[in-house]
């Protein structure tokens, strides 16, 4: 019996002999905004075909916008986003988990082919309404109409 009131007078003592300590606690809130672009995509963009590459590139859009297969991938201050639709909701991608046709390029060998085909595209385009320019012209030209009639043996 003696030994257990010493017992419980060693516990009792140790719970009053110890000092009063504050708790502190910290708080820390970190908001990154990386998962977020900070873009919009308010029209549909025109797309231009990369010949053998897979995939497509946004021509005339102040934004790298990339779509491949039923999605849509646009790189921004240095990181990738996806969405299935040119308005998103737009997502964080890796770069390591982009598709591997898009990610074996780099951005400015992607732009490079972009504008090549651009110029191809836009110099074909020119050469067809030239052409087609060419031939109205020739409706209207009198030394047209001369040699088509003098073909078949009329004279003016």
Not at 42 to 49: A, G, H, Q
Not at 52 to 80: E, K, T
Not at 118 to 146: A, L
């Amino acid at each position: 019996m003696k030994k257990a009131i010493w017992m419980t007078a060693a516990v009792t003592g140790m719970l009053l002999g110890t000092p009063h300590t504050d708790a502190q606690a910290e708080v820390n809130v970190n908001i990154n905004t990386r998962n977020r672009p900070t873009f919009v995509i308010d029209s549909r963009p025109d797309f231009v075909i990369i010949p053998g590459r897979g995939f497509s590139v946004s021509i005339g859009s102040p934004y790298d916008i990339i779509r491949y297969g039923s999605l849509y991938y646009v790189y921004q201050d240095g990181y990738w986003y996806r969405s299935s639709h040119y308005r998103g909701p737009w997502i964080a991608v890796r770069e390591r988990h982009l598709p591997y046709k898009i990610r074996r390029h780099r951005i400015e060998d992607i732009r490079r082919y972009r504008d090549y085909e651009y110029r191809r595209h836009d110099r074909r385009n020119n050469w067809e309404h030239r052409n087609y320019d060419n031939r109205n012209n020739h409706n209207n030209d009198n030394r047209y109409d001369n040699r088509y009639d003098n073909d078949r043996g009329r004279r003016n």
